[in-house]
């Protein structure tokens, strides 16, 4: 069963709602009639997110396991990309 509220009654039924949320029942917030957001139970929350790790780990995670060759770069790949100059003229 799926509850739908508008942004200005869910400011006055809060406690309700969070209720409603931990008791497994999806909550839809909108806001001029158009869905805006949900309200989950934090054991829901966690079971999307699945543990994953942040961006950071799994960059570093990802840096360890592959070497630059593997993925087709070489350490000078991008020494040519960046403009080194000083940039224009300004006047003020």
Known sequence: M???YSV?????????IIDQAEAGIEIQLTRRGKPV???VAL???ERLRGGRPGFRTAYRAFLLQHTLAD????RGS???VRDRSSGRKVSL
Do not use: D, Y
């Open 37 to 39: 957001a949900a309200v």
């Open 78 to 80: 991008f020494t040519t």
């Open 71 to 74: 993925i087709g770069l070489n």
């Open 2 to 4: 799926s509850q739908q």
């Open 43 to 45: 054991g829901v929350l």
């Open 8 to 16: 200005a009654e869910a400011r006055s039924s809060l406690p309700k």
